[in-house]
């Protein structure tokens, strides 16, 4: 249990383009999900986290008109990046909010990532 | 001083080795904790999780949370080729709206050979 599924893995774009990726939780509902940027050989940095039906919270620092997020259901949340420079070409991966049961703790299980790369 | 620190190794070790992974974080308020599995190209893979000091077996991995000192471990038993992977703390809970939010460590590449 507890998939997490992203498509594309992987995509390559133009400059100026918009690219959108999706998050699925495949078996179970999150009314949370997160969305994290990840440059080679460095850590998860979190961008924002997306909650269902309402509007995301983003993290210092990360442009909100340029990373668009929708949670639109329980099961999807999408980041469409706008207008991509190469310098937004990273590994993107989401992570779905799974609640633990009675008196558990939520845990966040990861999707594979999506590797953006803006020529 | 970041949240939380990690060796970022790299880490190689002889297979059948026992492998130990820590990390520190500086904010009390952090309730639990967790490590991650990542295979190069992928997304992190949770292997433990724990919201308690003391330590947690599952198989050959054990998690260990020291709260007093703010010191979180991994430790692998009999370690094999697969187990080749960065492995990451992630720590969370820390209270009001940033509950859910997880703070990762920067990883530790970790080699096991055969």
């Known amino acids: 249990g507890a998939v997490v599924s992203q498509h594309p893995s992987w995509v390559i774009c133009k400059s100026g383009t918009s690219v959108k990726i999706e998050c699925r939780s495949l078996d179970f509902q999150a009314t949370t999900m997160f969305w994290y940027r990840q440059f080679p050989k460095q850590s998860l940095m979190l961008m924002a986290t997306s909650n269902e039906g309402s509007k995301a919270t983003y993290e210092q620092g990360v442009e909100k008109d340029k990373f668009l997020i929708n949670h639109a259901s329980l099961t999807l949340s999408t980041l469409t990046v706008t207008s991509a420079h190469p310098e937004d070409s990273s590994f993107y991966i989401c992570s779905a909010e799974a609640q633990r049961g009675r008196g558990g703790t939520d845990t966040q299980y990861f999707g594979p990532g999506t590797r953006l790369t803006v020529l | 001083q970041k949240e939380v620190e990690q060796d970022p190794g790299p880490l190689s070790v002889p297979e059948g080795a026992i492998v130990s992974l820590n990390c520190t974080y500086s904010n009390s308020a952090f309730q639990y904790f967790m490590w991650y599995r990542q295979y190069s190209r992928k997304g992190p893979e949770l292997l433990m999780y724990?919201?308690?000091?003391g330590n947690k077996e599952d198989g050959r991995f054990t998690a260990q949370v020291d709260k007093s000192s703010k010191y979180i471990s991994l430790f692998i038993r009999d370690s094999q080729p697969s187990d080749s992977a960065t492995y990451l703390c992630a720590i969370g809970g820390a209270g009001g709206t940033s509950y859910g939010k997880l703070t990762f460590g920067q990883g530790t590449i970790l080699t096991v050979h055969p």
């Open positions: 724990t919201y308690s000091s």
